[in-house]
């Protein structure tokens, strides 16, 4: 059984990319939880394939070190924006943060976002300055500027005495001075049990245990991890499930089982007290944000509202020629009912039946947000097709207001000037434009949400890769007006077949083919790019007629421009409002809403 006394509930909090995972890794393998020959992979908490793939944390985890006789457990949060409602709700279960900071980088937005959060709940923060090891590292800079934020963020005078702590999570050491080095991590740790408080509660009083993820196990079924806000949960206890925003919502359930974490494992235990970070199953409609409570007195406890989706898209039944070829889940209740139990695990996500039940609206709160849940079905064997995405717009006092995004671009100074360009064409305002850092400029921008659709693509290749782009929800704003649509037109096939290379020579004059000589195509899906700004039609599966008449050199093998491969991000962007994306397991293809070209064209002249 836990006590309060000796737990330590922390989370990691950061930009994405600022070092939290590896940072985690080390207080891991400090703290003895492996065993020196234990083959461990690299960013160890980052468990799914897409979190390994893309380098980012997309799942809260958890994970527990024991230090001097002390429980730490520890919560690894997402970097990246649009995950920002995996921070909010997991600040709810600890007692306070560690705010990561690059050393070089400094305060980006996302670190303004998960600080503010972390600060209007009163949590106590300690400070870690990463990567100070870099050549091109500014610690006391940085120090001042996190300082800086707190003040802008109206932080408390506890919260502006937060300790500091200098680190290289790389090497594994942290010290007290940017300096010093070479004695582990020690001083952070030194940190966490000096200025994080130990839980507060009253093992007295009515059980209280508040879920805040969801994890499922094809042995234990559901599994709800939570932390005991007050009494002890024991197993075999029966308790009541409440839900705060469900007032209809009560029953009674038996605990079958019940877990702590240690390390990366989970440990079976018989009861757990005030404090303690738990997973226990046998309950089968368990949902983020119940209570399990006593059964003779329920009383739910409050659960942080989470941000609103900004951004839509509709998922709809693949009905393009080459439908039910590639997928294993085709079906319209197939799809249905895997996007609705995405809700279980998901709480920044919407899904909305229409009127048509082949179509199913999904709001997120971005572009990654929603590919990644896209990603993970077509991994997951489904088939099915997507719409382009679009804004979510807000009548506020009588007019249509918009979301705007807060946009920070860290940019070599040569390719200020286009990023500059491109963003004010698509109604980007630039707020501030700062000294340059290592031959770096950093560009400050408001822009409508719907103006970077389609832009991240074309702004790594206006800075031929050396851009980095960091963006944050920025609030609501009167609607800003049209935005010019993308400057090239698809070239869109005529016929249906395979993709032959004299067919696709002939082609490849207008523009860049996103497919390969042998693809299977079909009449109105787009195979390729067309280097004006209008859609034309072309015919790729042509072949060259055959006579018996030879002449030198005209047989030889055509040249054909390799492929553009679009990856799932950059189909999104590049798709108009007329098309649609087909995902299967084994392709993404491109198409027209109405394939029949006839009946496009007199759809376009209404």
Same mark, same amino acid.
């Not at 049990?193 to 508040?210: C, F, K, M, N, R």
């Not at 039940?357 to 999904?362: D, G, L, M, S």
């Not at 074309?458 to 050396?466: I, R, S, V, Y």
């Given at each position: 059984?836990?006590?309060?006394?000796?737990?330590?509930?922390?989370?990691?909090?950061?930009?994405?990319?600022?070092?939290?995972?590896?940072?985690?890794?080390?207080?891991?393998?400090?703290?003895?939880?492996f065993r020196?020959?234990?083959?461990? *992979? !690299?960013?160890?908490? /980052? $468990?799914?394939?897409?979190?390994?793939?893309r380098?980012?944390?997309?799942? +809260? %985890?958890?994970? =527990?070190?024991?230090?001097?006789?002390?429980?730490?457990?520890?919560?690894?949060?997402?970097?990246?924006?649009?995950?920002?409602?995996?921070?909010?709700?997991?600040?709810?279960?600890?007692?306070?943060?560690?705010?990561?900071?690059?050393?070089?980088?400094?305060?980006?937005?996302?670190?303004?976002?998960?600080?503010?959060?972390?600060?209007?709940?009163?949590?106590?923060?300690?400070?870690?300055?990463?990567?100070?090891?870099?050549?091109?590292?500014?610690?006391?800079?940085?120090?001042?500027?996190?300082l800086?934020?707190?003040?802008?963020?109206?932080? *408390? !005078?506890?919260?502006? /005495? $937060?300790?500091?702590?200098?680190?290289s999570?790389?090497?594994?050491?942290? +010290? %007290?001075?940017? =300096?010093?080095?070479?004695?582990?991590?020690?001083?952070?740790?030194?940190?966490?049990?000096?200025?994080?408080?130990?839980?507060?509660?009253?093992?007295?009083?009515?059980?209280?245990?508040?879920?805040?993820?969801?994890?499922?196990?094809?042995?234990l079924?559901?599994i709800?991890?939570?932390?005991?806000?007050?009494?002890?949960?024991?197993?075999?206890?029966?308790?009541?499930?409440?839900?705060?925003?469900d007032?209809?919502?009560?029953?009674?359930?038996?605990?079958?089982?019940?877990?702590?974490?240690?390390?990366?494992?989970?440990?079976?235990?018989?009861?757990a007290?005030?404090?303690?970070?738990?997973?226990?199953?046998?309950?089968?409609?368990?949902?983020?944000?119940?209570?399990?409570?006593c059964?003779?007195?329920?009383?739910?406890?409050?659960?942080?509202?989470?941000?609103?989706?900004?951004?839509t898209?509709?998922?709809?039944?693949?009905?393009?020629?080459?439908?039910?070829?590639?997928g294993?889940?085709i079906?319209?209740?197939?799809?249905?009912?895997?996007?609705?139990?995405?809700?279980?695990?998901?709480?920044?996500?919407?899904?909305?039946?229409?009127?048509?039940?082949?179509?199913?609206?999904?709001?997120?709160?971005?572009?990654?947000?929603?590919?990644?849940?896209?990603?993970?079905?077509?991994?997951?064997?489904?088939?099915?097709?997507?719409?382009?995405?679009?804004?979510?717009?807000?009548?506020?006092g009588?007019?249509?207001?918009?979301?705007?995004?807060?946009?920070?671009?860290?940019?070599?100074?040569?390719?200020?000037?286009?990023v500059?360009?491109?963003?004010?064409?698509?109604?980007?305002?630039l707020m501030?434009?700062?000294?340059?850092?290592?031959?770096?400029?950093?560009?400050?921008?408001?822009?409508?949400?719907r103006?970077?659709?389609?832009?991240?693509?074309e702004?790594?290749?206006?800075?031929?890769?050396?851009?980095?782009?960091?963006?944050?929800?920025?609030?609501?704003?009167?609607?800003?007006?049209?935005?010019?649509?993308r400057?090239?037109?698809?070239?869109?096939?005529?016929?249906?077949?395979?993709?032959?290379?004299?067919?696709?020579?002939?082609?490849?004059?207008?523009?860049?083919?996103?497919?390969?000589?042998?693809?299977?195509?079909?009449?109105?899906?787009?195979?390729?790019?067309n280097?004006?700004?209008?859609?034309?039609?072309?015919?790729?599966?042509?072949?060259?007629?055959l006579?018996?008449?030879?002449?030198?050199?005209?047989?030889?093998?055509?040249?054909?421009v390799?492929?553009?491969?679009?990856?799932?991000?950059?189909?999104?962007?590049?798709?108009?409002?007329?098309?649609?994306?087909?995902?299967?397991?084994?392709?993404?293809r491109?198409?027209?809403?109405?394939?029949?070209?006839?009946?496009?064209?007199?759809?376009?002249k209404?």
């Amino acid at each position: 059984m836990s006590s309060g006394g000796n737990i330590r509930n922390v989370a990691i909090i950061a930009h994405v990319d600022h070092g939290k995972t590896t940072l985690v890794d080390q207080l891991l393998w400090q703290s003895g939880a492996f065993r020196e020959n234990q083959a461990v *992979s !690299e960013r160890v908490m /980052d $468990s799914g394939d897409l979190e390994r793939e893309r380098g980012i944390t997309i799942l +809260a %985890k958890n994970t =527990s070190v024991q230090y001097k006789g002390t429980k730490i457990n520890i919560v690894d949060t997402p970097g990246h924006a649009d995950f920002g409602g995996e921070v909010e709700r997991v600040l709810k279960m600890v007692d306070g943060v560690v705010l990561v900071v690059d050393a070089f980088e400094g305060p980006m937005p996302q670190t303004k976002f998960v600080l503010k959060n972390a600060l209007d709940l009163e949590l106590p923060v300690v400070v870690c300055l990463n990567k100070v090891d870099r050549p091109e590292a500014r610690p006391n800079e940085v120090v001042d500027e996190v300082l800086e934020l707190f003040m802008e963020l109206d932080a *408390s !005078e506890a919260q502006l /005495d $937060s300790p500091f702590v200098y680190a290289s999570a790389k090497k594994g050491w942290a +010290a %007290k001075q940017p =300096s010093d080095s070479g004695q582990g991590m020690t001083p952070l740790f030194d940190a966490l049990l000096e200025y994080i408080p130990a839980p507060a509660g009253d093992p007295a009083a009515s059980t209280q245990v508040l879920i805040y993820n969801i994890d499922y196990s094809s042995y234990l079924g559901r599994i709800g991890i939570g932390r005991v806000i007050n009494g002890t949960v024991c197993v075999n206890d029966t308790v009541g499930v409440a839900n705060v925003h469900d007032t209809g919502k009560f029953k009674t359930v038996k605990i079958s089982k019940l877990f702590e974490f240690a390390g990366l494992e989970r440990e079976e235990v018989r009861q757990a007290g005030v404090g303690a970070i738990i997973a226990l199953s046998g309950i089968p409609e368990i949902k983020i944000g119940d209570t399990l409570c006593c059964p003779d007195a329920p009383a739910p406890l409050p659960f942080s509202k989470i941000s609103e989706p900004t951004l839509t898209m509709n998922f709809m039944v693949n009905d393009s020629p080459l439908a039910g070829q590639e997928g294993k889940f085709i079906t319209s209740r197939q799809v249905r009912e895997r996007l609705y139990r995405e809700l279980n695990t998901d709480m920044s996500l919407r899904v909305e039946d229409t009127e048509s039940t082949e179509v199913f609206k999904i709001s997120g709160r971005g572009e990654l947000h929603l590919s990644i849940l896209i990603e993970t079905m077509r991994r997951e064997g489904y088939e099915f097709q997507v719409s382009k995405p679009a804004v979510l717009y807000k009548d506020i006092g009588g007019s249509r207001h918009e979301p705007m995004e807060a946009v920070t671009i860290d940019v070599p100074e040569d390719f200020s000037g286009v990023v500059i360009q491109k963003l004010g064409s698509r109604k980007g305002e630039l707020m501030q434009m700062s000294n340059s850092k290592g031959g770096y400029a950093r560009l400050d921008f408001v822009i409508p949400a719907r103006g970077l659709i389609g832009y991240r693509s074309e702004f790594m290749t206006d800075t031929k890769g050396n851009g980095i782009m960091n963006t944050l929800f920025d609030g609501y704003a009167p609607y800003k007006g049209d935005i010019p649509e993308r400057p090239q037109g698809s070239l869109i096939s005529f016929e249906t077949g395979d993709a032959i290379p004299y067919g696709m020579y002939n082609a490849q004059e207008r523009g860049s083919l996103f497919v390969s000589p042998g693809a299977k195509v079909y009449a109105g899906m787009v195979v390729g790019r067309n280097a004006r700004s209008f859609d034309m039609e072309v015919n790729i599966c042509k072949q060259k007629k055959l006579t018996n008449m030879r002449a030198s050199g005209s047989d030889d093998n055509l040249r054909l421009v390799p492929a553009e491969v679009m990856s799932l991000e950059q189909c999104l962007e590049f798709i108009a409002e007329d098309e649609l994306l087909e995902v299967t397991p084994v392709n993404l293809r491109i198409r027209k809403k109405i394939l029949e070209s006839t009946a496009r064209a007199r759809a376009n002249k209404k």
